[in-house]
């Protein structure tokens, strides 16, 4: 790859926030080919100056997840134990792995920077985010209200959602009225469980 193609994608992809897309690469190279223009992904990735998230998105090594995620989907937001473990709520989590919330499927994309796993809501539980920095980021009571919630459609965490999380840290009176928008069987879950 030519060391002028190599400074442009760079010079692109920092200040897209480390992240890079086909339309980005069409823009930094008017007039060239698709068939061009991933062969020059495919430079770029083979000499190490992207990683390769997924097909048509690549970021520079070492970009945050939770910029690769909203680049990947702008309408999900950062919930769980990622939100739970920053705000001191839980103990850590396995680093290089976040978890987000979205409408429609579940996915989960892993590449050289960690793991993004987007899990899938209904729209009418859709909310409780805000965004910081460009990102949706679930407030902590919401991210805690979507632990419980996918605990109790069966989902698995690396912790304890009934035991290892610091319900103190928490507004009830949030909670109450984020439980309005749940159903009446999710709600009797979450009360037989968490007295908060």
Known sequence: MKSKDVKNIEKWAT????VITM????????GQSEAALFKKLESAVKEKVLIR???????????ALEIISVRINPDSYISTGTVLASKAIIGSV??????????????????????????????????GFETIDGIKVATVEKAFLDVCYFYFKGRR??????SDVNTGGLNSNVIS???DKYDRN???FFRRIWKI
């Not at 200040?15 to 480390?18: I, Q």
């Not at 339309?23 to 008017?30: A, R």
């Not at 976040?98 to 899990?119: D, F, M, N, S, W």
């Not at 965490?157 to 009934?162: I, T």
């Open 15 to 18: 200040e897209l926030d480390g």
């Open 23 to 30: 339309p980005d690469l069409k823009v930094v190279f008017g």
């Open 53 to 63: 998230v997924k097909r048509g998105i690549y970021a520079l090594p070492g970009t």
């Open 94 to 127: 396995p680093m290089r792995r976040i978890q987000a919330v979205k409408i429609g499927r579940p996915r989960t994309y892993e590449c050289e920077t960690g793991i993004i796993e987007h899990l899938s809501i209904r729209t009418g539980l859709y909310f």
């Open 157 to 162: 965490f690396s912790f304890d959602p009934e």
């Open 177 to 179: 009225g984020y439980l």
């Open 186 to 188: 999710f709600v009797s």
